[in-house]
């Protein structure tokens, strides 16, 4: 098992930028594949990013691309996820997770949650 903390959520006006870290502790961070998945209000929760055990491979929902990169330094076993480019359509509570299939993203593929972290982009 391990336990994932996030951190830097915030308020941010939109066309800004936040970096969420996810802090990692028990089983051996860098075995996992980890994903970012985001819940809004009202919402079902859905996936954001995912991102190898190396780091050398990732993959984004459509909405994201070009916005949002996930990297992780296994090192500091640190998860993160820099959102640059923010709209109002991506405030949301963003949870990071461990991935049971690499490939997959759906809330179903996860091993482990953090707490989340709330985001909030203003008009």
């Known amino acids: 098992q391990v336990h994932l903390v996030e951190s830097g959520g915030g308020l941010v006006q939109a066309g800004g930028s936040l970096r969420l870290s996810c802090a990692a502790s028990?089983?051996?961070?860098?075995?996992?594949?980890m994903g970012w998945f985001r819940q809004a209000p009202g919402k079902e929760r859905e996936f954001v990013a995912a991102i190898s055990w190396s780091g050398g491979s990732s993959y984004y929902r459509d909405s994201v691309k070009g916005r949002f990169t996930a990297s992780r330094d296994n090192g500091e076993n640190t998860l993160y996820l820099q959102m640059n480019s923010l709209n109002t359509e991506d405030t949301a509570v963003y949870y990071c997770?461990?991935?049971?299939?690499?490939?997959?993203?759906?809330?179903?593929?996860?091993?482990?949650w953090g707490q989340g972290t709330q985001v909030t982009v203003s008009s």
């Open positions: 997770a461990t991935l049971k299939v690499w490939g997959t993203s759906t809330p179903a593929s996860v091993g482990s």
């Open positions: 028990g089983r051996t961070f860098s075995s996992y594949a």
